[in-house]
């Protein structure tokens, strides 16, 4: 499935435009989650930065579709010991997170709790 999808981006990008439009954002969102349950990680990476930076250029940094990418490449870095980056990620996703959502929302309170853990990892 990952294969199709690596193909199939490159096109949908010259149709839709590289930066312009949300779907270009979601496809390597999808792909870098994909990719990251596989374990290919550094080319989840890749892709999830570069769906936060259209998603950033589209919405601004504080919308809800930017926090959801900033809280998936957080729990890559998580993945990759790289726990300082992840809490800086996962503390913006839970300020956003925060705004939007009501506290027992579930996607607040299990981002909440990420952080938690990252700030124990890295105390």
């Not at 949300?22 to 374990?39: D, K, S, T, Y």
Request: net charge positive; charged share 25%; proline share 3%.
């Amino acid at each position: 499935m990952a294969r199709w999808i690596k193909l199939a981006m490159p096109v949908f990008q010259r149709l839709k435009g590289l930066t312009h439009d949300f779907e270009v954002a979601v496809n390597p969102n999808n792909l870098a989650a994909l990719l990251q349950a596989r374990g290919e990680r550094d080319e989840a990476e890749a892709l999830y930065r570069q769906a936060l930076s259209i998603k950033e250029n589209l919405f601004g940094r504080n919308h809800l579709e930017v926090a959801w990418t900033c809280n998936n490449l957080a729990m890559l870095f998580r993945e990759q010991g790289r726990h300082i980056q992840a809490l800086s990620l996962c503390r913006r996703a839970l300020h956003t997170f925060k705004k939007c959502f009501r506290p027992s929302h579930p996607t607040r309170r299990q981002c909440a709790e990420n952080y938690a853990l990252l700030q124990r990892e890295t105390a």
